[in-house]
């Protein structure tokens, strides 16, 4: 009994203090401490500037060998292609408006892994899972984009949609890749930065976690709550549950193990990317079922990153 209540304790620690600030944000929000300025600053302060600040940082604190693990991405990227057309295929089936269709399928696969899933990664494993997760963050950012363009303009045959070069270039700029490439010569060359660029960069790095979980419970609207239809319900079931469960297994059959296979699924798991609401609202598709969507699984997964660290920490695996 004493090993199911430590591993619960341990669990608690892990995701508590994130999803606290989360709810924090929430409540803010109700009493006017922050409001939507407050929520649309932060948000790009955090995306284009203290995030990239702290991925650069953790990478060159980190030798990039050792996290780099080529079998994760291949698993990474084959999974989530996988289950990206599995959802296509099956949804396609009950949706008939193509605006529902394509923020569903976003919804039900795209994770908050750059906030959500990088706190949840650092709790657990400290600076190498910062490390490791920051390489996952990188995959990521393009795949999570590409396909959520495709599978939002697809069912809408929207002639003023991205093209392909646009959507490239899009991703190209994005300020977390370009953290990623601009840190790699640093750790893979072992260079340091001065001491004075160093402490300042970590200030920048320090204020990013907090300030976007704030962010994000600033930007959650609970009153819509009541218009949560079956669509979101189901969304939120395969992005915090089914879709999870479906790949850690399959990652575990593959070999994964420890802090590897514990890392894919955070990565699975996290909730539903608060940027899908903006592109699904900048593409015509449904914004307030995309909206529903962030909101549900965010508070679910607060029950469901605990559950799954807990079995982890149960059975061993970390």
Known sequence: MSLYLESLVWAAQVTAPIFFIVFLGIFLKQIR???DAFVGTASKLVFTLTLPVLVFMAIIRTDFQAVFDPHQLIYLVGGTVST???LWWLAARWIPDGRDLGVFIQGAFRGNYGVVGLAVSYNLFGDAGLAQGAILLAMVIPLYNTLSIICLTLPLQRENSLSPWQAGREIIKNPLILAVLLALPFSLMNLQL????DRTAQYFADMTLPLALLSIGGALSLKSLRDTSAQAAWATACKLAILPALLTAGAWLYGFEGQQLAML???FGCPTAAA???MARAMGGNAQLAANI???????STLTLSAGIYMFRVTGVI
Do not use: E, H, M, R
Not at 194 to 197: E, G, K, L, R, T
């Open 294 to 300: 962030v909101l549900t699984t965010t508070l679910g």
């Open 265 to 267: 699924f955070v990565l």
């Open 276 to 278: 899908s609401f903006v």
């Open 33 to 35: 401490l922050i409001d």
């Open 194 to 197: 001065p001491a004075i660029v």
């Open 84 to 86: 990206w057309l599995l």
